[in-house]
């Protein structure tokens, strides 16, 4: 019905000026008529500009008082003649109402606001409130003045009005001709193909998106990572346990019982199960002399070690645990040298800001061979770097319980014209490796850096919790570029 109106008007006329006014006065939804005027402009049986008015529209408490009138006319008109109390007046009005309607009356000098009464100033008002709320409600022009005052008390709002104008178009026809998608065996047989009339193919449009999962950022440059390692020779390390013993998480680092890293502060611990029960008993006596007394060429720590210390579970705080397992499980066979990688989440009790998360991801490497130095791990530390597209590094030195030299690691970032940390190093001790079982000769490099600080540096985070956890952009996984990190 909407179609044929405006096909049917458009043959006698030249245009339609609004379609707002052309379905009011045929008594036509002009939702449907939109719809159509849509529909022949893609066939471009009509040529359609949009029409935009700003219209006033009720707010549910101005057709409220539409109704029943403004609260300062129901304030004015429940004082009797000679005045009421405040306690009173206030029983015969709506609660929400008698304030609005005290401030309104005072202010239109309607009423005496007394200590003792209520009266009247004036023997008559006019509701002009209700007034205009029920001609902007008709949709009839009102002054700006009264406009504003309306909108002060957020009795109306503004609304944008659509509508379009129409002329004809290049394909314009009194009657919309049925186009054919599909040219079948009836229409050859009856030769009504000779007259039919195709819709044309759209080559340029865009099928539909396909739905399907994302690759995380990190785990973009995760991949990449992992493919460097395997390049330059390295084995990966299960890195399953999450939860994981204090003893291989700390004592068998060589990493002092009352360290401050191994504080509640610092450290998640279990409530349940809160101890381990598996450890290795031939392993165990060994770790406890050298923290106690040394050993090695060491001194130790000369404290009391506690077995019950060891036993407790926790959320593990790097991945060098893992470490410390591989080791050992090759301290038990016949010696050969041997890189491990592990890429995998860890966890800290630590301050949620721009910069940390309690829980992260770590990446580290080692090189477990005879006769390592220093040297050597700076060289693969070049070689790693270099694959990152970091050729430029510089190294500091550090402390670290578990690594003697330690160092941590700078390179020069082009972007920010400086050097930035991008990682921690060192050769492992002697009191880690030999109560393992290592031979003296044989050394440990290891170096390890943060999944989440490249990919941010990578991809132009500068918060990390837009890039993991509950806060993240879904429109970021799924639009976010390939990540290519150098590699030769």
């Known amino acids: 019905m909407a179609e044929e109106a405006v096909l049917g008007f458009l043959e006698k006329n030249e245009e339609i000026r609004d379609s707002g006014e052309f379905a009011a006065e045929r008594s036509i939804d002009h939702n449907e008529i939109v719809n159509v005027i849509k529909s022949l402009h893609g066939f471009r049986y009509v040529d359609a500009e949009d029409i935009k008015r700003e219209t006033w529209v009720l707010t549910d408490e101005g057709k409220t008082y539409a109704t029943t009138g403004s609260p300062e006319v129901q304030l004015f008109l429940a004082i009797p003649p000679e005045g009421i109390s405040k306690e009173d007046l206030q029983k015969k009005l709506d609660p929400s109402l008698f304030k609005i309607a005290c401030a309104q009356a005072a202010k239109n000098k309607w009423v005496e606001m007394g200590k003792q009464l209520i009266s009247k100033k004036v023997e008559h008002v006019d509701d002009k409130v209700k007034d205009l709320l029920i001609q902007v409600q008709q949709g009839r022009n009102i002054g700006s003045d009264e406009i504003k005052a309306l909108k002060a008390r957020k009795l109306i709002v503004p609304q944008t009005w659509k509508g379009y104008s129409l002329k004809k178009g290049p394909n314009y026809a009194p009657k919309r001709k049925k186009v054919v998608t599909d040219l079948t065996r009836d229409n050859f047989q009856s030769g009504e193909w000779k007259d039919l009339e195709f819709k044309e193919y759209n080559y340029s449009a865009k099928g539909q998106p396909l739905e399907g999962g994302n690759l995380h950022p990190l785990l973009k440059v995760r991949s990449q990572l992992k493919q460097i390692f395997l390049c330059m020779?390295?084995?990966?390390?299960?890195?399953?346990?999450?939860?994981?013993?204090?003893?291989?998480?700390?004592d068998a680092l060589f990493q002092p019982q009352q360290h401050p890293a191994r504080d509640s502060h610092d450290t998640f611990f279990l409530e349940t199960p809160s101890t381990t029960k598996e450890l290795p008993e031939d392993y165990v006596p060994r770790v406890k002399q050298v923290h106690e007394s040394g050993g090695y060429g060491s001194r130790g720590y000369a404290y009391d070690w506690k077995r019950e210390e060891a036993n407790k579970n926790l959320l593990r705080t790097h991945t060098t645990a893992v470490s410390s397992r591989m080791l050992y499980q090759l301290a038990q066979k016949p010696f050969a040298p041997k890189k491990y990688f592990s890429i995998d989440r860890v966890f800290r009790n630590e301050a949620v800001d721009r910069t940390h998360l309690a829980e992260f991801h770590q990446i580290e490497g080692l090189v477990c061979d005879r006769g390592l130095t220093l040297c050597d791990l700076i060289g693969v530390l070049h070689d790693f770097f270099s694959r990152l597209g970091m050729t430029k590094l510089k190294f500091k030195?550090?402390?670290?319980?578990?690594?003697?030299?330690?160092?941590?690691?700078f390179s020069y970032h082009e972007g920010f014209k400086k050097w930035v940390e991008v990682g921690n190093s060192g050769m492992f001790r002697p009191e880690m490796l030999q109560p393992m079982g290592l031979p003296e000769d044989v050394q440990v490099i290891a170096w390890g850096l943060s999944l989440e600080r490249p990919t941010m540096i990578l991809y132009g985070i500068d918060n990390i919790r837009d890039l993991f956890g509950h806060k993240v952009d879904l429109g970021l996984i799924k639009k976010n570029p390939i990540c290519r990190l150098g590699i030769d």
Not at 237 to 246: A, K, Q, Y
Not at 397 to 409: C, D
């Open 397 to 409: 030195p550090a402390y670290n319980p578990y690594t003697e030299p330690s160092m941590e690691i």
């Open 233 to 250: 020779g390295f084995e990966e390390m299960p890195t399953n346990n999450f939860v994981e013993s204090s003893f291989w998480n700390f």
